[in-house]
């Protein structure tokens, strides 16, 4: 379980140096956590030889076995809605659901961690993971999460996170000096920090903006290639309270609420990258600036139980694409893949546990 961190900012006194290490060192928790989501399986880390259950251990040796639940963003909720299409996409990419009309959306919102019974104010970061499937058959699946980058940008970074993040034997928590250890020799993870210092945990999965962080390539008919990064902004959420409720579920309860009294909506956008820009890199922003596309509005019309909607079983594997969208080189995608299935190998084989488990 992580720790909830103070927030910082406006009308906050600075940190004192020592705050920010020990503060650091909590966020390297979530950053683990987050991490764990992004195994390495190809073997190209010749020294390790590296394979999912070997990763998928270590993850369960940080968050804990949970049978039957995901093992990272294991807490969570399930939505069903449609996407809307404004047509403005079609020029760039022949993928059906960008064609104007409406295609069928099946969603999850979660939490970054590997306890389902994790308060939901102990990290600030959510994330929603999304299924569009087109009339002919053919899927989108896509993860995005409230921060807007990831900390770092290959699975050999990833691991070594990973492991300054496991838990010390002898005091359940990570070892004082590893986190700070890592970022120190890792600078790519500053955006990253400069985010989360000033991240809070919102009282809403319904307010927050979502981020695909990685990018990809959308085609269009002639063959033409333009890479891009999408992401939701919602239209219309009256915004929550400046703090969360002190109450361990009360996410799940404010989105039930807010949709029996109506839809929910998020714009789609895709931003398209520019000559130059980090095609390949998760831990690094494009320039402000570039040209955004309303690509159309997603609705959610109601929430599903996770242990028993239509979400459950769904493996959000993000290189699972139609034609038209294409994955780029980013090394952890394929580390996404590979980890997702072996996540859902493990916890479909332990579904029947699930109605037998007992609340801690």
Same mark, same amino acid.
């Given at each position: 379980?992580?720790?909830?961190?103070?927030?910082?900012?406006?009308?906050?006194?600075?940190?004192?140096?020592?705050?920010?290490?020990?503060?650091?060192?909590?966020?390297?928790?979530?950053?683990?956590?987050?991490?764990?989501?992004?195994?390495?399986?190809?073997?190209?880390?010749?020294?390790?030889?590296?394979? $999912?259950?070997?990763?998928?251990?270590?993850?369960?040796?940080?968050?804990?076995?949970?049978?039957?639940?995901?093992?990272?963003?294991?807490?969570?909720?399930?939505?069903?809605?449609?996407? !809307?299409?404004?047509?403005?996409?079609?020029?760039?990419?022949?993928?059906?659901?960008? !064609?104007?009309?409406?295609?069928?959306?099946?969603?999850?919102?979660?939490?970054?961690?590997?306890?389902?019974?994790?308060?939901?104010?102990?990290?600030?970061?959510?994330?929603?993971?999304?299924?569009?499937? !087109?009339?002919?058959?053919?899927?989108?699946?896509?993860?995005?999460?409230?921060?807007?980058?990831?900390?770092?940008?290959?699975? !050999?970074?990833?691991?070594?996170?990973?492991?300054?993040?496991? $838990?010390?034997?002898?005091?359940?928590?990570?070892?004082?000096?590893?986190?700070?250890?890592?970022? /120190?020799?890792?600078?790519?993870?500053?955006?990253?920090?400069?985010?989360?210092?000033?991240?809070?945990?919102?009282?809403?999965?319904?307010?927050?903006?979502?981020?695909?962080?990685?990018?990809?390539?959308?085609?269009?008919?002639?063959?033409?290639?333009?890479?891009?990064?999408?992401?939701?902004?919602?239209?219309?959420?009256?915004?929550?309270?400046?703090?969360? $409720?002190?109450?361990?579920?009360?996410?799940?309860?404010?989105?039930?609420?807010?949709?029996?009294?109506?839809?929910?909506?998020?714009?789609?956008?895709?931003?398209?990258?520019?000559?130059?820009?980090?095609?390949?890199?998760?831990?690094?922003?494009?320039?402000?600036?570039?040209?955004?596309?309303?690509?159309?509005?997603?609705?959610?019309?109601?929430?599903?139980?996770?242990?028993?909607?239509?979400?459950?079983?769904?493996?959000?594997?993000?290189?699972?694409? $139609?034609?038209?969208?294409?994955?780029?080189?980013?090394?952890?995608? /394929?580390?996404?893949?590979?980890?997702?299935?072996?996540?859902?190998?493990?916890?479909?084989?332990?579904?029947?546990?699930?109605?037998?488990?007992?609340?801690?």
């Amino acid at each position: 379980m992580v720790d909830q961190l103070p927030p910082v900012g406006p009308g906050k006194p600075p940190l004192r140096p020592v705050s920010v290490m020990l503060r650091l060192a909590g966020i390297g928790v979530v950053v683990a956590v987050i991490a764990g989501a992004f195994y390495y399986v190809n073997g190209t880390l010749d020294s390790q030889r590296l394979r $999912p259950k070997t990763l998928v251990k270590a993850l369960e040796h940080n968050n804990g076995v949970f049978a039957g639940y995901r093992r990272n963003h294991a807490k969570g909720i399930c939505v069903v809605g449609y996407f !809307e299409s404004s047509g403005n996409a079609h020029g760039l990419s022949r993928a059906q659901v960008f !064609e104007t009309g409406r295609t069928p959306v099946v969603g999850r919102f979660a939490l970054p961690s590997g306890n389902p019974y994790a308060p939901d104010s102990s990290v600030p970061i959510r994330s929603l993971a999304l299924r569009f499937t !087109e009339a002919n058959g053919q899927q989108w699946r896509t993860g995005m999460n409230s921060m807007p980058v990831f900390a770092v940008g290959t699975p !050999e970074a990833f691991y070594q996170m990973l492991q300054a993040g496991a $838990p010390d034997p002898a005091t359940g928590k990570p070892k004082p000096g590893a986190m700070p250890g890592f970022f /120190a020799a890792h600078p790519e993870t500053a955006p990253f920090l400069q985010w989360v210092k000033t991240a809070k945990p919102s009282a809403s999965f319904a307010t927050e903006s979502y981020n695909g962080i990685n990018a990809f390539y959308l085609v269009n008919g002639a063959g033409q290639r333009q890479a891009v990064r999408w992401g939701v902004v919602p239209q219309g959420q009256d915004a929550p309270g400046a703090t969360a $409720p002190d109450n361990a579920d009360y996410l799940e309860q404010d989105l039930t609420r807010r949709l029996a009294a109506g839809p929910l909506k998020w714009q789609f956008n895709l931003t398209l990258a520019e000559a130059g820009d980090p095609v390949n890199d998760a831990s690094k922003a494009w320039p402000a600036g570039r040209k955004v596309i309303n690509a159309g509005t997603l609705v959610l019309l109601q929430a599903e139980q996770q242990n028993s909607g239509e979400c459950r079983d769904i493996n959000y594997d993000p290189l699972i694409l $139609p034609s038209g969208i294409e994955g780029s080189d980013d090394p952890l995608l /394929a580390a996404r893949s590979a980890a997702y299935a072996s996540s859902y190998l493990r916890r479909t084989s332990e579904v029947d546990q699930l109605s037998q488990e007992k609340r801690p």
